[in-house]
Nanobody, 114 residues
Framework: QVQLVESGGDSVQAGGSLRLSCAAS????????MAWYRQVPGKQRELVAS??????NYLDSVRGRFRISRDNDKNLVTLQMTNLEPADTAVYYC?????????WGQGTQVTVSS
């Protein structure tokens, strides 16, 4: 069982930066693949960034602006977001997966104004 708690969401102007954090509790955190998703009302949740082992993957529209990192000693996953755009406005969710088990956090709101 894994519990995920996100923090760091805020309202910023375009061009600004934010750092989202996801604190995980439970066992075997280091074995889980971790990811950040986002969702806007009326649209499907989309994968923003993932980290599996040492490999990182990004949504095309955020590549070069966002960076996902993890600290297995602290059970922490972060998403550093720079040069934010209004299109990045969404609720951001932390996601953990190990085999057939997966978990979601409660989400944190990011709002980017032009």
């Amino acid at each position: 069982q894994v519990q995920l708690v996100e923090s760091g969401g805020d309202s910023v102007q375009a061009g600004g930066s934010l750092r989202l954090s996801c604190a995980a509790s439970g066992t075997r955190f280091s074995m889980h693949s971790m990811a950040w998703y986002r969702q806007v009302p009326g649209k499907q949740r989309e994968l923003v960034a993932s980290i599996i082992g040492g490999r990182r993957n990004y949504l095309d529209s955020v590549r070069g602006r966002f960076r996902i990192s993890r600290d297995n000693d602290k059970n922490l996953v972060t998403l550093q977001m720079t040069n934010l755009e209004p299109a990045d406005t969404a609720v951001y969710y932390c996601h953990a997966r190990l085999g057939s088990e997966y978990y979601w956090g409660q989400g944190t709101q990011v709002t980017v104004s032009s």
